[in-house]
C-alpha cells in the first residue's frame, strides 16, 4: 500500500506564510513527478506546482513568485513553501505523485490540507 500524506496547512492572515508537507510511504520503488493541486469551493481542483524528480519545477500563473515547491528524495518527501498570502490562495490542497511499487506504476493523491487566508 501507498498513502501520501500532507500537512501544515491552517490560518494564515493575508500577507503570511504557510509551509505544506507531504510524505509519501509504503512499498515505493521509484517515486516520479510529484505535485501539488488546490480546490476552492465550488470550483475545480487546479494545478499548483508540479516537480520533477531531477527537480525541474513548473508553476501556476497565480503563484509565481509566492510559492516554492521542493522536494527530499531520501525522505519521500515533497513541500510547498507559500509567501505573500492572498485570500485567493484559500482551498484544500492536495498532494500528487506518480509512483512506481512492484505492482503498479500509477497515480495517488492525498486527503488534502485546508489552507484559509483570512483576516
Known amino acids: 500500500q501507498v498513502q501520501l500524506a500532507e500537512s501544515g496547512g491552517g490560518l494564515v492572515q493575508p500577507g503570511g506564510s504557510l509551509r505544506l508537507s507531504c510524505v509519501a510511504s509504503?512499498?515505493?520503488?521509484?517515486?516520479?513527478?510529484m505535485g501539488w493541486y488546490r480546490q476552492a469551493p465550488g470550483k475545480q481542483r487546479d494545478l499548483v506546482a508540479v516537480?520533477?524528480?531531477?527537480?525541474?519545477?513548473t508553476y501556476s500563473n497565480s503563484v509565481k513568485g509566492r510559492f516554492t515547491i521542493s522536494r527530499d528524495n531520501a525522505k519521500n518527501t515533497m513541500y510547498l513553501q507559500m509567501n505573500s498570502l492572498k485570500p485567493e490562495d484559500t482551498a484544500v490542497y492536495y498532494c500528487n505523485a506518480r509512483i512506481e511499487t512492484s505492482y503498479y506504476n500509477g497515480e495517488y493523491w492525498g486527503q488534502g490540507t485546508q489552507v484559509t487566508v483570512s483576516s
Open positions: 516537480i520533477g524528480n531531477s527537480g525541474t519545477t
Open positions: 509504503g512499498s515505493i520503488v521509484r517515486l516520479n513527478d
